[in-house]
């Protein structure tokens, strides 16, 4: 698949289309309701993926999408092939109804297994990010909804003193705390949904182990970003995470297993601390 500016402009309007939906609710006494799963869902999620549905058939036409809200209710393309697209229309639902700001919009393009290219906004903080194999990743504010100009972003080499870890607001857990003490950890920045990919691939951060039940669509678009900024996303043995894993003889389709958002850190000394007793419940 060809990767270049006018793919990222589009996941971009796409994205930006999806958060004037989000915002629009955001403003309003929503309600809540629940998934089969338990989990939440609002009218944001189900307006943002229905305008950013219409925004992909113009931009990627044929192309099958895997949607979040419409995998729930049983909606998945037969057949997937080499190319398809994941999105999660409202990554951090529980970020969007404690009104903490830290939810995200997110389009991921991924191909054999690979997630190639990618936008994520951040629609109450006014930021996108976007990322392409070969083209790098970049942010811009966004301001009434547009865009500003793109700033080249990368990530950083971790420092002597230790790593600056992102932590899950809603999700840290006994196995992250026991990973963590195994790794030399300078400091510790909270943050909710797909925003730690983007803070790491910034170089503000350096490291956010995900030791937790996650989809696909939550990852694809800011994985995408961060390897654009040459970062990784691995499992805890190592492997890069890949994508498309259907008939999953332990789990749901599009589940994926625990993993690690990395900086440029020393890879292999992540996986040696992961191989201790936290590998158990991955």
């Not at 939550?218 to 492997?239: C, H, M, P």
Request: charge should be negative; include cysteine; hydrophobic fraction near 50%.
């Amino acid at each position: 698949m060809q990767i270049d500016r006018d793919l990222l402009d589009g996941l971009a309007r796409a994205a930006l289309a999806g958060g004037r939906e989000v915002l629009a609710v955001y403003a309003t006494d929503f309600a809540v309701d629940a998934k089969g799963d338990a989990s939440p869902v609002t009218e944001a999620d189900r307006r943002a993926e229905a305008v950013i549905l219409d925004e992909l058939a113009r931009l990627l036409p044929g192309v099958p999408v895997v949607a979040e809200e419409a995998a729930s209710d049983g909606k998945l393309p037969a057949d997937l092939g080499r190319v398809f697209v994941l999105v999660d229309p409202l990554d951090g639902t529980k970020e969007f109804v404690s009104r903490n700001g830290e939810f995200t919009v997110n389009i991921g393009i991924i191909e054999d297994g690979v997630p190639v290219a990618g936008a994520v906004l951040v629609p109450a903080q006014g930021r996108l990010y976007v990322g392409g194999r070969g083209l790098g990743a970049f942010t811009a504010p966004v301001e009434s909804g547009v865009a500003g100009a793109w700033t080249p972003i990368r990530v950083r080499t971790a420092g002597a003193d230790g790593l600056a870890v992102m932590a899950s607001r809603s999700h840290a857990g006994p196995e992250t705390e026991a990973l963590l003490a195994r790794l030399a950890v300078a400091s510790r920045i909270s943050a909710g949904s797909s925003l730690k990919f983007c803070r790491i691939a910034e170089g503000a951060a350096d490291f956010y182990p995900r030791l937790g039940r996650t989809m696909e669509w939550d990852t694809a678009a800011s994985d995408a970003v961060l390897r654009a900024a040459g970062g990784s996303v691995v499992t805890l043995d190592g492997r890069p995470l890949a994508y498309g894993k259907r008939l999953q003889a332990h789990d749901t389709d599009f589940a994926n297993p625990w993993f690690m958002a990395c900086g440029e850190i020393d890879i292999p000394a992540v996986v040696a601390a992961a191989a201790g007793p936290v590998a158990a419940g991955g």
